[in-house]
T-cell receptor
Framework: DAGVIQSTRHEVTEMGQEVTLRCKPISGHDYLFWYRQTMMRGLELLIYFNNNVPIDDSGMPEDRFSAKMPNASFSTLKIQPSEPRDSAVYFC???????????FGSGTRLTVV | DAKTTQPPSMDCAEGRAANLPCNHSTISGNEYVYWYRQIHSQGPQYIIHGLKNNETNEMASLIITEDRKSSTLILPHATLRDTAVYYCIVRGYGGSQGNLIFGKGTKLSVKP
């Protein structure tokens, strides 16, 4: 198994631009999570999906953030427009309902200049 | 807010056992104790979990006190590659039983 795939390790964008982060969960996992990590705030849960349906998006910081899961093998996190304070490492994770642990991707480091 | 309390940092000599404590005095009956670690620049990695019995796997051992208000993660023979931030988390079991809420964790430094 290739694990959770976040194919972009580093993303640099200019303030005001739209940025889309991508994630491929482990096949067969029915939960998908998006986390953000900064030095100041640590690891924060942004949103999670169950069977492609968003269940809890209370961690999404603002309306500028949106996430979708069009099918079981793909999810996106979009920021529009991006701001410098959005600079962080964004992690995607997946798990199964009966599973013990989450499997995290390697993360995408977003820098907004 | 995280339901656990961990020391911010610990040191351990290479080859020795690393014992990482965690207090979770408000844990409820159906909540498990989970441990994850995050090596620099990587995503968090699941280590082990337990309800009330002690658990062991290829990575570590988990000792939970009888009253379940605290636990200890044991890395029996720490190596330099075990240098990481270790997170203790309490939550229900499985993907539908709440989410992983990470606290600040314990930064473990394994020294030669």
């Amino acid at each position: 198994d290739a694990g959770v795939i976040q194919s972009t390790r580093h993303e640099v964008t200019e303030m005001g631009q739209e940025v889309t982060l991508r994630c491929k969960p482990i096949s067969g996992h029915d939960y998908l999570f998006w986390y953000r990590q900064t030095m100041m705030r640590g690891l924060e849960l942004l949103i999670y999906f169950n069977n492609n349906v968003p269940i809890d998006d209370s961690g999404m910081p603002e309306d500028r953030f949106s996430a979708k899961m069009p099918n079981a093998s793909f999810s996106t996190l979009k920021i529009q427009p991006s701001e410098p304070r959005d600079s962080a490492v964004y992690f995607c994770a997946s798990s199964s309902a009966g599973g013990a642990g989450y499997t995290f991707g390697s993360g995408t480091r977003l820098t907004v200049v | 807010d995280a339901k656990t309390t961990q020391p911010p940092s610990m040191d351990c000599a290479e080859g020795r056992a690393a014992n990482l404590p965690c207090n979770h005095s408000t844990i409820s009956g159906n909540e498990y104790v989970y441990w994850y670690r995050q090596i620099h620049s990587q995503g968090p990695q699941y280590i082990i979990h337990g309800l009330k019995n002690n658990e062991t796997n290829e990575m570590a051992s988990l000792i939970i006190t009888e009253d379940r208000k605290s636990s200890t993660l044991i890395l029996p023979h720490a190596t330099l590659r075990d240098t990481a931030v270790y997170y203790c988390i309490v939550r229900g079991y499985g993907g539908s039983q709440g989410n992983l809420i990470f606290g600040k964790g314990t930064k473990l430094s394994v020294k030669p």
